[in-house]
């Protein structure tokens, strides 16, 4: 039996709160947080879990935060390998405006790695490997890992013969497209960036998919469209999965649920069809939820029936 591995190296703990309305230079009252672990591979490892699969979380954290972070973990029953940090884990604040349901969302960076500690993460994932294995790598990456983190990974990875699944931006999704990717989910602005456009329009998007498909080694991608859907590519189909209309309630973790939902296919044995289906309908489903609690089996069954019943092969 094959594993999914997920790797967070930016991981974080995220605080969720709410208030009656977003008033500047006023103290505002607040309802009782609520905290969960993140980050793109633990949230991934979450909603795993959530649709009743299983993983291993690979992780880095710090400070009084990484003990937080991991006494999470621990109480979401996921299986997690951490690597110790001497900075501290960050902390996410998303605070909704009850007056308008708006979300505010408050980032701030990760902690400085060191180059022992992201050596130790490498070397942590090539001892968790197996032939076969899913290791998905998600996130951005921290100060102090070099941009071509990922191209490091993805040559472990290849290395053991298991298959990478990728969801990352920025500096180090142009390193890392350059090396082999079994699953690519870039959303739509992602894919513009890396083509060096501005934007993308619906009408250009095969072209442009089927241009990129022919130029990088990558088996998979699958483009996030958002409340759109998704576009399903490999070097010979093109398939476009519609998105379910559902009442929105979070963005947070929705592209993670969604990367979550499609390798939990995978091992499954769904086609890619399938495949890329189900991970709309956890990505949709996970809007539906408040905060970051990511999607729920028992919300993604009926949108998962309904999208394979929409569905629309381009080629």
């Given at each position: 039996?094959?594993?999914?591995?997920?790797?967070?190296?930016?991981?974080?703990?995220?605080?969720?709160?709410?208030?009656?309305?977003?008033?500047?230079?006023?103290?505002?009252?607040?309802?009782?947080?609520?905290?969960?672990?993140?980050?793109?591979?633990?949230?991934?490892?979450?909603?795993?879990?959530?649709?009743?699969?299983?993983?291993t979380a690979i992780y880095?954290?710090?400070?009084?935060?990484?003990?937080?972070?991991?006494?999470?973990?621990?109480?979401?029953?996921?299986?997690?390998?951490?690597?110790?940090?001497?900075?501290?884990?960050?902390?996410?604040?998303?605070?909704?405006?009850?007056?308008?349901?708006?979300?505010?969302?408050?980032?701030?960076?990760?902690p400085w790695v060191h180059?022992?500690?992201?050596?130790?993460?490498?070397?942590?994932?090539?001892?968790?490997?197996?032939?076969?294995?899913?290791?998905?790598?998600?996130?951005?990456?921290?100060?102090?890992?070099?941009?071509?983190?990922?191209?490091?990974?993805?040559?472990?990875?290849?290395?053991?013969?298991?298959?990478?699944?990728?969801?990352?931006?920025?500096?180090?999704?142009?390193?890392?497209?350059?090396?082999?990717?079994?699953?690519?989910?870039?959303?739509?602005?992602?894919?513009?960036?890396?083509?060096?456009?501005?934007?993308?329009?619906?009408?250009?998007?095969?072209?442009?998919?089927?241009?990129?498909?022919?130029?990088?080694?990558?088996?998979?991608?699958?483009?996030?469209?958002?409340?759109?859907?998704?576009?399903?590519?490999?070097?010979?189909?093109?398939?476009?999965?519609?998105?379910?209309?559902?009442?929105?309630?979070?963005?947070?973790?929705?592209?993670?649920?969604?990367?979550?939902?499609?390798?939990?296919?995978?091992?499954?044995?769904?086609?890619?069809?399938?495949?890329?289906?189900?991970?709309?309908?956890?990505?949709?489903?996970?809007?539906?939820?408040?905060?970051?609690?990511?999607?729920?089996?028992?919300?993604?069954?009926?949108?998962?029936?309904?999208?394979?019943?929409?569905?629309?092969?381009?080629?």
């Amino acid at each position: 039996m094959n594993n999914i591995i997920t790797l967070t190296v930016n991981p974080v703990v995220d605080k969720n709160t709410t208030v009656p309305r977003l008033i500047p230079h006023s103290k505002l009252r607040c309802t009782a947080p609520i905290y969960f672990p993140g980050g793109g591979g633990i949230n991934v490892s979450r909603a795993i879990r959530n649709l009743g699969g299983a993983s291993t979380a690979i992780y880095l954290a710090g400070g009084a935060t990484g003990i937080r972070l991991r006494e999470l973990m621990n109480e979401s029953d996921i299986v997690q390998q951490t690597v110790p940090l001497k900075g501290e884990t960050r902390q996410n604040l998303s605070v909704m405006d009850q007056s308008t349901q708006l979300q505010y969302r408050f980032s701030p960076p990760g902690p400085w790695v060191h180059e022992k500690e992201w050596k130790k993460a490498l070397l942590l994932v090539e001892k968790s490997l197996s032939q076969g294995d899913y290791l998905v790598a998600s996130g951005k990456l921290p100060p102090g890992i070099p941009p071509d983190f990922f191209v490091k990974v993805a040559t472990i990875v290849k290395n053991k013969n298991a298959k990478l699944v990728l969801d990352t931006k920025g500096e180090a999704l142009r390193h890392a497209i350059k090396a082999t990717i079994f699953l690519f989910k870039p959303n739509i602005s992602e894919l513009a960036s890396l083509l060096g456009k501005s934007s993308i329009v619906f009408s250009e998007l095969e072209v442009l998919v089927q241009s990129f498909m022919k130029t990088h080694p990558c088996e998979i991608m699958v483009v996030s469209l958002g409340s759109q859907g998704a576009l399903l590519a490999t070097k010979t189909q093109i398939e476009y999965i519609p998105a379910p209309i559902v009442p929105q309630k979070s963005l947070i973790g929705a592209g993670d649920s969604m990367v979550a939902g499609m390798v939990l296919s995978l091992m499954e044995g769904k086609t890619l069809r399938e495949m890329a289906q189900f991970g709309v309908a956890c990505g949709s489903a996970a809007t539906m939820r408040t905060g970051t609690q990511l999607c729920e089996k028992e919300q993604v069954q009926p949108l998962f029936d309904w999208i394979r019943s929409n569905v629309k092969v381009l080629k």
